[in-house]
């Protein structure tokens, strides 16, 4: 794994991201980059800021979530696999009930809450060869599209939790954020952080 992912408490992982240009330097060797660490950490998705690039890139494949559910129709299913890229992303519309659904994130080891988001998004994004798509998704693709999404404007799953949640993970977070957790993968700590 060629990019250590930043922990939570890390300051890069709450910038704004910027968009990127076709000629931006080895993208696509950064993209194989970001699905090798995605993978080996058992993620789902991995946003560029969450390996220190603050540009407005990440990359999905949700298969593992494809049986998860059994209510879910077979487009659904088939939406989630295979690897999906995202570039200058813009959620053009949220509509749908919002409903609640256990989230995790490579940056927040062990950490895994449930957060209420709408249902259904429209998407506009360009895909690894700057071809613009405009969808609508649903379902469970939307779920990981909306956390991913987060992250390029800084934002964390644990964000979206109530103020009374966010003080029962306090201590839990901030070991997080001075390295004292387990986890299998690399990881870049934040420095000079207060013991
Ligand atoms: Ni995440």
Redesign the pocket.
């Known amino acids: 794994m060629k990019f250590p992912i930043l922990a939570y408490g890390h300051p890069n992982l709450r910038k704004v991201a910027k968009d990127i240009t076709p000629d931006y330097p080895d993208l696509q060797q950064l993209i194989d980059d970001m699905f090798e660490a995605m993978y080996e950490s058992n993620?789902v998705?991995?946003?560029a800021p969450?390996i220190d690039q603050s540009i407005r890139l990440f990359v999905i494949d949700a298969e593992p979530f494809a049986e998860l559910d059994e209510s879910m129709t077979e487009t659904q299913k088939a939406q989630l696999k295979g690897q999906k890229v995202f570039i200058n992303a813009q959620i053009l519309e949220e509509s749908g009930k919002e409903w609640a659904f256990t989230?995790?994130?490579?940056?927040?080891p062990g950490i895994n809450e449930d957060v209420t988001r709408q249902e259904k998004i429209k998407i506009k994004y360009l895909d690894r060869d700057f071809n613009e798509h405009i969808e609508e998704i649903d379902g469970l693709l939307a779920r990981v599209i909306q956390?991913?999404y987060?992250?390029l404007d800084g934002i964390?799953?644990t964000d979206h939790l109530s103020s009374f949640k966010k003080r029962l993970l306090k201590r839990k977070l901030e070991n997080i954020s001075k390295g004292k957790v387990n986890v299998d993968y690399r990881m870049k700590f934040p420095k000079n952080n207060n013991k």
Do not use: R
């Open positions: 993620g998705g991995l946003a969450q989230e995790g994130c490579l940056s927040i956390h991913e987060d992250h964390l799953f």
